[in-house]
């Protein structure tokens, strides 16, 4: 089946590491976006592809990079990890969107 | 941008009955309206959608209405279970944005047994 994984479902990780979380789909979507969860504040858009090469800033960009190779894959970077970074990431695919299962990230 | 407050926090019923949850939007050019369902420790899940030109749409025991002048959709729980139980999101965007979403802040609906 069709599907959408991330991984690691959950990283701990220390302030100013660089850390990269992936995703990948096998519907073939041309687009897909990343999003973060907290509480009180439901889910956020970090950044968008429309495609290979095309990568777009979202709600809350800052601290964030994406690049996309190809039309599987969505890696999500953070440069500098924060402790305002801990959070459950989530990627999804457009057509719906169709959310993956999550990363739980922690920053000590 | 668009901004979509979503109402109440936390809902709490009795098993068999209604649920609604209730979702304002600010931006008019906003056309789709779906709702998410998250169960603990997963990823939100697509549960029923209504686009603009609708004004309600069913499936099963949910529903889902749209009032596009005062900017406003809900969603409908009918004859409750416990397995409805669950943290309920809904969104908005311009189709063009190519499914963008604004969520709502989310609704922890509990279902008592």
């Known amino acids: 089946d069709a599907e959408i994984t991330q991984s690691p479902r959950h990283k701990i990780t220390e302030t100013g590491r660089q850390v990269t979380l992936a995703c990948h789909q096998t519907w073939n979507h041309n687009n897909m976006f990343w999003y973060r969860q907290d509480l009180g504040h439901g889910l956020r858009l970090i950044h968008y592809s429309y495609g290979v090469h095309d990568t777009n800033k979202g709600e809350v960009s800052d601290g964030y990079s994406v690049s996309r190779s190809n039309t599987e894959d969505l890696p999500l970077t953070l440069e500098s990890a924060a402790s305002s970074q801990t959070s459950v990431y989530f990627c999804?695919?457009?057509?719906?969107?169709?959310f993956g299962p999550g990363t739980r990230l922690l920053v000590l | 941008g668009e901004n979509v407050e979503q109402h109440p926090s936390t809902l709490s019923v009795q098993e068999g009955d209604s649920a609604v949850i209730k979702c304002t939007y600010s931006?008019?050019?906003?056309?789709?309206f779906p709702w998410y369902k998250q169960e603990l420790g997963k990823g939100p899940q697509l549960i029923i959608d209504?686009?603009?030109?609708?004004g309600e749409k069913k499936d099963q025991r949910i529903a889902v209405t749209l009032n596009k002048t005062a900017k406003h959709f809900s969603l409908h729980i009918t004859e409750t279970q416990p397995e409805d139980s669950a943290v309920y999101f809904c969104?908005?965007?311009?189709?063009?944005?190519?499914?963008?979403?604004?969520f709502g802040s989310g609704t922890q609906l509990t279902v008592l047994p």
């Open positions: 969104a908005a965007t311009f189709s063009g944005s190519a499914r963008q979403l604004t």
């Open positions: 931006d008019s050019a906003s056309n789709y």
């Open positions: 209504i686009r603009s030109n609708v």
């Open positions: 999804a695919r457009g057509g719906g969107p169709c």
